[in-house]
């Protein structure tokens, strides 16, 4: 159990900062992404559009994070042929498997 000690003046940091109040809907919503998220994770393969053999893009991170978990991954990047010995296809019509997710690899700012 986490006791929260009394600060000076005798109040707890719970009483002087009091956790948001999370509405039904709020709720509703988080518990509808994580159901989401958990299908989408519970796809068995991947193409990763804009895979890249740069170690600090995410297109590279994506990539091995998901061959490292035992997932079945397409890159996808015209420039490449192989990434990491994996074959890469240089768009997603060119992938024999047609029943796949896909991530882009990048990510906006």
Known sequence: MLRV???AGGQSAA???PAPQVSAAEELEEDAMQDL???FMAQKRFA???????TKKYGHQIFKNLKSRGYEVYP????????EGTRCYPS????P???LSWHQGYRYY
Do not use: F, M, S, Y
């Open 48 to 54: 990763i559009v804009g895979a890249t053999d740069d």
């Open 5 to 7: 000690a009394p600060a």
């Open 97 to 99: 498997v047609k029943q």
């Open 76 to 83: 996808v990047n015209p420039r490449l042929k192989k990434l």
């Open 15 to 17: 009483k002087r900062h």
């Open 37 to 39: 998220i958990k299908e």
């Open 92 to 95: 997603l019509a060119d992938i």
